[in-house]
């Protein structure tokens, strides 16, 4: 049995190369099916009917994202940087940012309050910096809403029984735990938002050739994926997964 699924296992791995082998040269001449390419463009990735504006939110974080104001797009891109630059760069620490934010907003308290009232004779009134409560409270619910549905979509990939979805999710926490392992927190959190702040715009951009080109790969990736289920997955014994009903 190990034997025979070495052998396929060999097969398919060889299937593979000699397919990506045979794909290159015609993805270089610029030779497309004509009818697969007009189905491709009747319908856009993953089934998307929308527009990108509208899938990101469309509010003022979708025009932030696909830089519709570039000055402010591009003003908060740069705050991310420096905020990045400082912690990863320059070794400052978050406590000691704050501690130095605080001290040099009570200097100028301080002077504004004595200096004022040594000209003018009487005390001024010194503006006083005051979160509101809502920000916190819409900050915290922000999160955990999308925490719990991050772990609800892990645990329906968890129990539906589909070993395809399964090892999917599986891999991307793999892949994001050897992520965390080159680099920080700190770090992979400022190239996601590297990643959110360029990839839309410029998917937005040239939509049409990245459409095409992730259509072609997810076709190659499909077809081995059916030569792998028919060569060794599907000859993996499965359990009895029906329980009767304690009455």
């Not at 001024?124 to 809403?145: D, W």
């Amino acid at each position: 049995m190990s034997e025979h699924s070495e052998s396929a296992t060999e097969k398919i791995m060889s299937s593979i190369m000699d397919t990506i082998a045979e794909n290159l040269p015609k993805q270089k001449s610029g030779k497309f099916d004509v009818g697969s390419a007009s189905d491709k463009m009747k319908e856009k990735l993953f089934g998307r009917q929308k527009t990108i504006h509208r899938v990101l939110g469309g509010g003022k974080s979708a025009d932030v994202l696909l830089w519709r104001n570039k000055k402010i797009s591009s003003s908060v891109l740069a705050l991310a940087t420096a905020i990045w630059v400082f912690f990863e760069w320059l070794d400052y620490h978050f406590l000691t940012i704050v501690s130095f934010a605080l001290v040099l907003g009570m200097v100028v308290q301080f002077v504004w309050s004595n200096f004022s009232s040594a000209l003018s004779g009487s005390p001024s009134k010194v503006p006083r910096v005051e979160l509101p409560e809502e920000l916190f409270v819409n900050i915290a619910v922000a999160v955990g809403t999308q925490i719990n549905k991050f772990l609800s979509f892990l645990q329906d990939v968890s129990c539906e029984r589909n070993l395809k979805h399964f090892v999917l999710a599986i891999v991307g926490l793999w892949a994001a735990a050897v992520t965390g392992g080159w680099c920080n927190f700190l770090t992979v959190i400022y190239i996601g938002f590297v990643c959110a702040h360029t990839l839309p715009v410029l998917y937005e951009k040239y939509e049409d050739q990245v459409d095409d080109f992730l259509y072609n790969i997810l076709g190659l990736l499909r077809d081995q994926y059916q030569k792998l289920d028919q060569g060794v997955l599907s000859k993996i014994p499965k359990g009895n997964m029906k329980f009767k009903k304690s009455e």
